[in-house]
Every structure is written in C-alpha cells, then in structure tokens.
T-cell receptor, first 114, second 114 residues
Framework: DQQVKQNSPSLSVQEGRISILNCDYTNSMFDYFLWYKKYPAEGPTFLISISSIKDKNEDGRFTVFLNKSAKHLSLHIVPSQPGDSAVYFCAASEYGGSQGNLIFGKGTKLSVKP | GAGVSQTPSNKVTEKGKYVELRCDPISGHTALYWYRQSLGQGPEFLIYFQGTGAADDSGLPNDRFFAVRPEGSVSTLKIQRTERGDSAVYLC????????????FGSGTRLTVV
C-alpha cells in the first residue's frame, strides 16, 4: 500500500510557464517532506524540503506547499526551464528529519519544452 | 572523493549467485543509506548506518540481503542466492549527519539477475 502517491506519471509544460507537481500521502505521522530530482543514469538530487510546522517553503524558483489537513503537498517551479526536465520524487519521513528512513513516491516525469 | 561512488555501475549475474555492491561515501559523512529502485517505482529504503552500526535495517526484504560498514566509511551490500526479482538499481547515499535528509546519492548499481 503506497503511503506516498504521485498520481501523475508525467507532466509537460512550456518553457517560462509554471510547473506544478503534486503529491498525496496517507500516513498522518509523516512530519517532514522532501522533493528530489533525478536525471537519467544519475542518483536523485535533493531539491527542497518542508517541515509539517510550516505550510510553505521557498528556494529561488522552487516553492513547496503543504496542506496537512488534505495530506497533500505540491512543488511549484516558476519559471520552468528546459533543464528542469527530469523525474521528480516526493518523499516523506515520520521522524522530523532525524532518521534515515524516507518513503518515496513513484515519481513524476517533467518535460519542459522550449 | 567529491561525490558518492558506487561500483560496479552495472552487474549482470545468474540466478542463485552471490553479489557484492560497493559504496564509497563522501569523506567525513557519518550516515550512509542503501535504497533500491525497481523499474517504474521510487527508491525503497533498505538500511542505514550511523558510523559502523546499522541503525535501521528494517527495509531489508529477507535474510538473503546483508550490509556492512566495518570502518565507518565504505559499505558493501551483499545479496546471496540472487533471484530475478532482485533486479533493480541499488542506490547508496551519504550525509554529514542523519538529520535533514538532504543526503547525496550515488549514481547507483544496476543489478540484473538472469
């Protein structure tokens, strides 16, 4: 049973527009969430994280929003660039970021077209 | 080294054979993690080390899987009596401490059991 769900396997966006990647979770004990980006033949790269005590965290073009009541988070990329084309994984932890066990979603493949 | 190094990058083995996968973490990183990524799935936690000891091995699927980190640096993931279902990309990651989860992944070892 998937505790972290990314229901869109793929997303295509025009360069310069906003990309919105969504993630839902079922475990109410999750209190720390992360997004990783993965290019082909490389390992995932950490992008941005958010603690459950916040509802928004921003880092440059990347913003993560957390809606605890809906058990939903989203990653916004503005403006999208062709180099953002990759697979994006949502991940969650129930240890407040203090232990190693992360639960990942299946990923969403983002394609940003020039 | 500059990043997390995993060897070999590819490994093809026959069903029933024994394999060892090696991970060289970033120098000075005390925490080391092993994940497995099957086709179309997100990374799945296997085990993590804090120093030389396995702090959490709850993700190891069965007793055919074992991992060591004898000197608190290099780690080896060992799989006995391999099965076709073990075919996956095995990812290693390391971090300075266990907090935060913004760890650095290696490029992985693609294991194919034929």
């Amino acid at each position: 049973d998937q505790q972290v769900k990314q229901n869109s396997p793929s997303l295509s966006v025009q360069e310069g527009r906003i990309s919105i990647l969504n993630c839902d979770y079922t475990n109410s004990m999750f209190d720390y969430f992360l997004w990783y980006k993965k290019y082909p033949a490389e390992g995932p790269t950490f992008l941005i994280s958010i603690s459950s005590i916040k509802d928004k965290n921003e880092d440059g073009r990347f913003t993560v929003f957390l809606n605890k009541s809906a058990k939903h988070l989203s990653l916004h990329i503005v403006p999208s660039q062709p180099g953002d084309s990759a697979v994006y994984f949502c991940a969650a932890s129930e240890y407040g970021g203090s232990q190693g066990n992360l639960i990942f979603g299946k990923g969403t493949k983002l394609s940003v077209k020039p | 080294g500059a990043g997390v190094s995993q060897t070999p990058s590819n490994k093809v083995t026959e069903k029933g054979k024994y394999v060892e996968l090696r991970c060289d973490p970033i120098s000075g990183h005390t925490a080391l993690y092993w994940y497995r990524q099957s086709l179309g799935q997100g990374p799945e936690f296997l085990i993590y080390f804090q120093g030389t000891g396995a702090a959490d091995d709850s993700g190891l699927p069965n007793d055919r899987f074992f991992a060591v980190r004898p000197e608190g640096s290099v780690s080896t993931l060992k799989i006995q009596r391999t099965e076709r279902g073990d075919s996956a990309v095995y990812l290693c990651a390391s971090s300075l401490t266990v907090e935060g989860h913004s760890y650095t992944f290696g490029s992985g070892t693609r294991l194919t059991v034929v």
